[in-house]
């Protein structure tokens, strides 16, 4: 036989006509395919990780690989392989690809295009909005894909110009050496339809099943997926979802947010188990709002986070030259106050701030559960917010002088129903933006002077959230009039030098907090309307590294301040209640109804009635700084009205019954089928709403201020879809 009539052979027996021309002609050696398959799945990688750079560049050959590099270079200089973790991901899923459309060199275009869209996408959502793509988006493009047109940045044209430019010549190569391979890309070729049918199937689901298991699994404390992925360098930082994917690959950082376990379902849990709860605790509200006389929507409630805010003199063999907050040390003194359990050491700050906000406990979430933010807000149809009492988005705003995108906030503060969220960029940004010193952030005066000037009579009453920023680590020396010093307590281990000029700094930074806060509530009590302000550190500053070595400093170094202050127009000025000296974020907005001896919900009712059991309550923490990774390790911390910890297995009856309720409750509204919407469970009552069921009481101290939230006041959805259930996500109804 001829060399011709071989070849014709080849192509018959391979179900083909014979070629004719230049097509088909190339014989490609397997190792080729080998090497494009591992140089496409780099570029892949590659194309993914430009996207989430954060230098604001285009598609450019100078900024194409800034994050990729980064995360080689790890492999060296941290011993990191989360690298080879990404580009397995990706080599699975461009494996299924391959064998789907059985032609190597259109599955390597179309995957290599599907990555320059994504990685388009990145680049604009993080130009825009500094932060990364999350499975969140996906419920946005269900819901308003026709906006999306909204969201491109500046210069978007010309990018998305190179990008169809680059896909227009992936497609040209690649058609052009499928058409030239003598195979043309075919990874299967067996004679018979169904065996080369079952080959093709398998080599389909395999890798589509690993990366299907990875992805879902990868986000839960514990599994194999975890360990993996803990093992080969990853390093959760959901703080800063741009942040976590350059420095963990986006695939990693995508595939940890899909699946989160978030509670273990209580055994217990179902409709009328829910319906029994809510019943049982609307009865204990009636019983505590007979005591009452107070609306809390005929006060204004301000929220004060403020970062990182302790009083240094507290921390365990350090002493200062001079007490640096001798002004909150005073309005401690003369209202309700005490320490607060942080859950954070040098970190965590959204997680206290999703406890006061919704009065759920970061103690009752499964380990894998580290962000509330990220994991569970964005999919939650339906969540109370403290703000939520007062009614319409009209009522509620929240100052953050910094990145609205951080922790997802702006869209966060959004489903909870705030109409503003007021931050350095964004539609929304903040009036004031001094800073003090040579520090880079915003001061806490400016963060007061900006919620201030929204404050006005014309506002009415309203919830009011404030995040401060100034206190931020690190701590350089930023204050060159820095009167304090600080030296080891007699008798305690000594302190380098360097920690000794951050804890100055920090001092510094907290008598200037100082100052401004007492500034913020002078103004406020010349206000003629009631108002009450919750203040709070979120977290120590993670900065007391010797005194952080001894564990025995551990509960010392996870107590932060708080107070609930409220000026003279509101009848509760001066008023101190019971059981204040310990508390956690998550019982704020009831011990601040207690405070303005104001009605409550059957919600509020639970929460006061275990505050009586527990004081403060925390997942395990340790003295080092805390990135999102929960420390699966050790119990639950509780502690007494002492302060002192106390042994869940000696709780008597009723606290053991408090505890499991508040399992069922916070597993129904962020896990299960939020039952509790439709029962009532966080309807707050309202004058006008007691005026219907002969209830009211006159208004007593309160300036005779009108509620202007209205009977029925709704609050907001979670999209725009949801208009018409306003009513029932304020309500519960």
Not at 535 to 554: E, K, M, R, V
Not at 629 to 653: N, V, W
Not at 675 to 690: E, I, M, N, W
């Amino acid at each position: 036989m001829s060399e011709n009539e071989g070849k014709k052979a080849e192509a018959a027996s391979d179900g083909r006509p014979p070629r004719k021309g230049i097509i088909g002609r190339l014989k490609i050696w397997s190792w080729v395919y080998a090497l494009v398959f591992i140089l496409a799945d780099f570029l892949m990688v590659a194309l993914i990780q430009w996207g989430v750079d954060d230098s604001g560049q285009g598609l450019t050959l100078q900024n194409f690989f800034p994050t990729l590099g980064g995360m080689i270079t790890s492999l060296w200089t941290e011993q990191s392989k989360i690298l080879i973790l990404n580009l397995v991901g990706i080599a699975l899923i461009y494996a299924a690809v391959v064998f789907i459309f059985n032609r190597f060199w259109i599955a390597t275009a179309v995957m290599l295009i599907v990555a320059l869209v994504v990685g388009v996408i990145e680049h604009f959502k993080v130009v825009s909005r500094h932060e990364a793509v999350l499975p969140a988006d996906l419920n946005f493009l269900q819901a308003d894909a026709g906006n999306i047109a909204t969201f491109l940045p500046a210069g978007a044209g010309k990018t998305i110009g190179k990008a169809v430019a680059f896909a227009a010549l992936l497609i040209v190569v690649f058609v052009l050496i499928g058409l030239v391979d003598r195979r043309h890309g075919r990874m299967v070729r067996i004679g018979n339809k169904a065996a080369g049918a079952s080959v093709r199937l398998v080599c389909i689901l395999v890798p589509t099943l690993v990366v299907a298991l990875f992805m879902s699994a990868v986000g839960t404390y514990g599994t194999w997926a975890n360990r993996l992925s803990l093992q080969l360098g990853d390093f959760p930082s959901m703080w800063d979802s741009v942040l976590d994917a350059k420095v963990n690959g986006a695939f990693v950082s995508f595939s940890r947010q899909l699946n989160p376990k978030v509670m273990e379902k209580p055994k217990d849990y179902n409709e009328a188990t829910m319906k029994a709860l809510a019943k049982r605790y609307s009865d204990q509200a009636d019983q505590i709002n007979q005591g009452r006389n107070a609306y809390m929507d005929e006060s204004t409630l301000v929220y004060v986070l403020s970062e990182s805010f302790s009083d240094p003199t507290r921390v365990p063999g350090l002493q200062l030259n001079e007490d640096p907050i001798p002004e909150i040390r005073g309005i401690k003194d003369g209202t309700t106050s005490g320490l607060m359990l942080s859950s954070g050491y040098g970190g965590g700050t959204a997680n206290l701030e999703f406890q006061a906000m919704t009065g759920l406990s970061m103690a009752n979430f499964d380990p894998s559960l580290t962000s509330p933010y990220q994991q569970i807000v964005p999919d939650l149809p339906w969540i109370f917010t403290a703000n939520q009492i007062w009614g319409g988005p009209e009522h509620s705003q929240a100052f953050h002088p910094y990145m609205s995108s951080m922790y997802s906030r702006a869209s966060n503060y959004k489903k909870f129903g705030f109409s503003h969220f007021y931050a350095l960029h964004g539609p929304d940004q903040i009036a004031h933006q001094d800073k003090s010193g040579s520090s880079p952030y915003v001061n806490d005066k400016s963060s007061y002077d900006s919620a201030l000037e929204k404050m006005g009579p014309e506002e009415g009453n309203q919830f009011v959230g404030v995040i401060t920023m100034q206190n931020h680590m690190p701590y350089n020396d930023w204050y060159e009039d820095n009167q304090f010093t600080a030296a080891p307590a007699q008798g305690a281990p000594g302190i380098p030098d360097d920690e000794l000029m951050t804890i100055r700094t920090y001092a510094k930074g907290a008598n200037l907090t100082d100052q401004a806060t007492r500034g913020f509530l002078d103004s406020i009590d010349k206000m003629d309307k009631p108002v009450t302000v919750i203040f709070y550190g979120d977290h120590l500053p993670g900065i007391y590294n010797t005194a952080g070595a001894d564990s025995a400093n551990s509960l010392a170094l996870h107590l932060t301040d708080y107070f609930i202050w409220s000026n003279s127009a509101s009848s509760s000025a001066g008023r101190k209640i019971e059981n204040a000296e310990y508390s956690s974020p998550n019982f704020f907005v009831a011990q601040a109804a207690e405070h303005m001896n104001a009605k409550i919900s059957p919600y509020l009712a639970f929460l006061t009635d275990l505050h009586q059991k527990v004081s403060a309550m925390e997942p395990p923490v340790v003295n080092n700084i805390q990135t999102w990774t929960r420390i699966p390790e050790g119990q639950t911390i509780y502690l007494d009205s002492k302060g002192e910890p106390m042994d869940a297995r000696s709780f008597d009856a009723r606290t053991k019954a408090l505890l499991h309720d508040y399992k069922l409750i916070q597993y129904d509204i962020t896990a299960g089928k939020q039952y509790l919407r439709t029962t009532g469970f966080v309807r707050t009552p309202t004058r006008a709403s007691d005026a219907k069921k002969g209830k009211a009481q006159p208004s007593k101290g309160q300036g005779d201020v009108k509620s202007t939230a209205g009977p029925s006041a709704p609050a907001p959805s979670a999209t725009a879809s949801q208009g018409s259930e306003r009513q029932e996500t304020t309500s519960g109804q």
